[in-house]
């Protein structure tokens, strides 16, 4: 080892020809080095590019005001907050009533909402800022899929959340069953009522640190 | 007969020899050991059409081809998309750098008789490639859909149109029918994406034609004695990689600090069909086409000459009979050749200037020379050579 060091730094000419190869072999080292130093720089903006459209979102607002006074008990609409379905329902005192049924809670995965999917504000029994209106984003938290709302009828008037891929089962509150996949509540974006009639998606008086993208999963 | 464990690359080898393969025709390949650095350029050539390709898909990845969305997307990938005005900088510097690369590739070509038996199908391979590198070359500069894409691409459907029988339904049918909209756009990306990839396909054969019969060197001469070629490896794989640091210098430099030197600001303006630009000039690689299609007052005519000159060129393996193949043996082709390189510069640079009288009349001297060289100069040269030969035999 000392020798080939050796050969490294005396460069006389008159270097015995065994040590030769060596110095071939460091430079050839160093070239194919430096070589692929280059293609991973080159690499980089082609990478760099799928990285996508930057500023695309500059400007745009993320807050959505949705006007309740055309929603009546037991209906619910659907509106679009970054792309993502939000039911926004109306609850009916038979639902309110429902979602505090003891034998409910027994059969649900995270009843008390001690999960992080929703706000501070709307870790509650009714899991929203005011119990008689319910907002939550429509996206199963087993693969994905938006659940259909079986609304309140007079044979069944709890209403539900049915998942038609995998049958994942949530209740109006969008708490998840035990005996079906989806492992969590449904997410609860954040809410403000900003008068009776409207509230704004987007916005948590309740909870202003809060960020959709640190819940446990959308 | 005993087992013995076999290493994975004599594995792969006994089943699909590559690896031996490989070593046969870029390590241990035989090549004259005279070359000079002209040789280089078929490498470069290579190099910036992988680094075309490779920006072209990743520019392919954000772009869209319809009228509606061609301009403000390649805007978007200008301005918004990570890196994107790098990408689009190689891609667009790539093109310059590849046909730069060819013309001297070329050039050395026919200064060293490179074309001549037996390497004619490296000839026409060649030929072919350029063809397919200048469609290539066409179709995507109308991409941008700026005001240069659309006007140069008009004037080519035009001049397609004007081909006597066929032109007309010709263009419609490949156009679509509706002239220069969303359906041709379109087409042109496929056509792009389709010829850029043919190229490899051709390269793969124009290679392999070289391979056959080896390379031709600077003086022309078959080689005969093993100590007049080294091996592939390590003695040009060197020579070409310095060749390519000082080439991928030069690419860097454009990039980086002139990524506006090679293009026209007319085609960061958006296609209108109701307004041509003051100042029509096409791209630097085909300017010198450009000015034959300008020099002869007649449009078909125009259009025969501009085609035919790079059409005569795949004659030349039998325009020129002469057994010499390096111009260093041929003085009267030393004059004559250089002066055809003049006229081609000629031409160039005539179809980059605004017409006028003077670059009208420099052009029509260059078209003609580049005829009168390959239909009565070279054959008469080679015939006084091979006449010359004989004597000196008997």
Known sequence: ?218 | MTERPQSVSTWLNTRLPILSAFRREYVEFSMPRNLNYLWNFGAFAVVSLTLLILSGIFLALNYTPTLADAFSSVETIDRQVASGWLIRSVHMGGVSMLFAALYVHIARSLYYGSYKAPRELVWLTGLGLLLLVMITAFAGYVLPWGQMSYWGATVVVNAVNTVPLVGKPLASWLLGGEGLGNVALHRLFVLHFVTAFSIIGVIVLHVATLHVTGSNNPTGKDLTEPDQTVPFHPYYTTKDGLGLCLFLLVYAALIFFAPDFLTLSDNYVQANPLITPSDITPEWYFAPFYAILRAVPSKLGGLILATGSIVILFALPWLDSSTIRSARFRPWLRVALPLLFLAFLALGLAGMSPPSPFWLWISRAAVAYWYVYFLGLLPMIARREQASRRKEHF
């Open chain 1, 1 to 218: 080892m000392t020798q080939d060091d050796a050969s490294l730094t005396s460069d006389t000419p008159h270097s015995k020809p065994e040590q030769g190869p060596r110095r071939r072999d460091v430079l050839a080292t160093v070239t194919v080095g430096m070589g692929c130093a280059g293609a991973c720089a080159l690499a980089y903006p082609f990478l760099d590019s799928l990285n996508g459209t930057r500023s695309n979102r500059v400007g745009e607002s993320d807050i959505l005001d949705v006007d309740l006074s055309l929603l009546k008990p037991g209906q619910q609409s659907v509106v679009t907050w970054r792309g993502w379905p939000v039911f926004v329902q109306k609850r009916t005192p038979e639902m309110l009533k429902k979602l505090q049924d003891p034998a409910l809670l027994q059969k649900l995965r995270d009843p008390e909402s001690r999960i992080p999917q929703q706000p501070k504000d709307a870790a509650n029994w009714h899991r929203s800022i005011t119990p008689d209106i319910g907002v939550m984003i429509g996206i199963c938290t087993h693969l994905g899929c938006v659940p259909t709302f079986d609304a309140p009828t007079q044979a069944e008037p709890s209403g539900k959340y049915l998942c038609p891929c995998h049958g994942s089962q949530f209740d109006s509150a969008g708490r998840a069953f035990k005996d079906a996949p989806a492992p969590y509540n449904l997410p609860v974006p954040p809410v403000t009522m900003i008068s009776d009639k409207h509230l704004r998606i987007g916005e948590s008086k309740g909870d202003p640190d809060f960020d959709i993208a640190n819940i446990r999963q959308i």
